[in-house]
């Protein structure tokens, strides 16, 4: 028989990890947030046995207990528990941050509860989002050995890929992330804005970069990288860099230092290609540096 499961914190992710393991079979026993009528509409949705906005009431009994409040909340909230007795000995208490470890819910140990965190590596809107692209994506644990083969069952259950690293490794995990997620955001704001300065409306510019965003991250896909990199620092183009800084000098100077600092990198990329040449890259390296090439 699968392990019972409370969860406290009835955000996205919660919710959206209550839907999936009731789904697989688990008996949801309780959920509870702080909002009494959020806990009881995220009941409705998972199919919980009861609610709570105390969540010392559903964590007790239950055999694993997910934590998904904000990050800020994660380890006050546990340790509230503790203070109750909330947690049942051996119960297994995790959380789904990606940039904590799973030391934040040390207090549980006091209750002699293990302890565990499972990121799954995706970007959720919505909770009927989060269950539709959780199972197929790869999930990171980590925490107490003995509660790691529960954490790795829970994710192949829902159909996640387990992926595991260690506490310190956390932090440079969720960076990775970040870069991958967060700032492919950033750069299109950026493509968007440089797009109109040049006087392209911000939809047809959307429309236009799009398919390109695609095509790149499926050559990423077939080729690998630094193969896949194209553009003029691959090919070492070093008149073509300096229209562009020209240009953002004039028209979008908060564009630079993003730019310089994006460039600089990826001349390492194009360097590893085989596609700029030394004396390119020594151009390259020079312009971004200072914003103009020096005398030879």
Not at 13 to 42: C, E
Request: hydrophobic letters at 45%; aromatic letters at 4%; glycine letters at 8%.
């Amino acid at each position: 028989m699968k392990p019972t499961i409370a969860i406290i914190g009835c955000g996205t992710v919660g919710t959206a990890m209550g839907k999936l393991l009731a789904r697989a079979g688990y008996p949801i026993t309780g959920v509870a947030t702080r909002a009494l009528d959020s806990a009881a509409r995220a009941a409705k949705i998972i199919g919980a046995e009861r609610f709570s906005d105390r969540p010392w009431d559903v964590s007790r009994g239950a055999q694993v207990v997910f934590v998904t409040t904000p990050d800020d909340a994660i380890e006050s909230t546990c340790k509230a528990v503790v203070e109750h007795q909330g947690f049942d000995k051996h119960a297994v208490v995790i959380h789904c941050s990606g940039a904590l470890s799973s030391a934040v819910l040390s207090s549980a140990r006091r209750c002699e509860a293990r302890v565990a965190s499972l990121h799954p590596l995706q970007s959720f809107a919505s909770v009927d989002q989060a269950a539709k692209l959780v199972p197929g994506s790869f999930c990171a644990i980590e925490g107490d050995k003995t509660a790691l083969p529960v954490a790795r069952q829970l994710v192949q259950d829902v159909g996640g890929v387990v992926m595991e690293i260690t506490p310190e490794a956390k932090p440079l995990y969720h960076a990775a992330a970040v870069a991958a997620s967060n700032y492919l955001v950033t750069l299109m704001d950026l493509a968007l804005k440089l797009d109109g300065e040049a006087g392209i409306p911000s939809d047809v510019s959307f429309r236009a970069l799009l398919p390109l965003i695609k095509g790149t991250l499926n050559n990423i896909g077939a080729k690998g990288i630094p193969a896949a990199l194209t553009g003029p620092i691959a090919r070492g183009d070093v008149d073509t860099v300096t229209a562009h800084i020209g240009a953002m000098e004039e028209r979008a100077p908060e564009c630079l230092t993003i730019y310089k600092t994006l460039g600089l990198y990826t001349v390492e990329l194009a360097r590893a290609k085989g596609t700029c040449s030394k004396k390119a890259a020594e151009k390259l390296i020079a312009l971004l540096q200072r914003g103009k090439l020096q005398d030879d």
